[in-house]
């Protein structure tokens, strides 16, 4: 079992970035995918999640209709879109790997058993 991360960086506020994880491992269709975040002295967010068996995603309302999720079958890939960064949004973004292929751990910011590295993106004001 793999997650790597890759993307994150550095952004001004009001732009865009994007996080993807490749996941090795399982079976495609039978994990949901998706993103917790930490900023320094935060509690851990579950911010969006995807079920690689039926596509369905979940997003926190901190990042609700800014950040887009997205799974490629092909690569075993899930990429995390983000727009319109804000200050705030600033955290360590760790993939995490939940089964079954519902999104219900993450969304609940439950732990679940697998994880990545973790990887900073950091949004200037």
């Known amino acids: 079992v793999q997650l790597v991360e890759s993307g994150g960086g550095l952004v001004q506020a009001g732009g865009s970035l994007s996080v993807s994880c490749a996941v090795s491992g399982f079976n495609f269709d039978e994990y949901a995918v998706g993103w917790f975040r930490q900023a320094p002295g935060k509690e851990r967010e579950g911010i969006s999640c995807?079920?690689?068996?039926?596509?369905?995603?979940y997003y926190a309302d901190s990042v609700k209709g800014r950040f887009t999720i997205s799974r490629d079958k092909a690569k075993n890939m899930v990429t995390l879109q983000m727009n319109s960064l804000k200050h705030e949004d600033t955290a360590v973004y760790y993939c995490a790997v939940d089964l079954p292929a519902v999104c219900s751990g993450i969304a609940g910011n439950h732990d679940v058993p697998y994880w990545g590295q973790g990887t900073q993106v950091t949004v200037s004001s």
């Open positions: 995807i079920s690689t068996s039926d596509g369905s995603t």
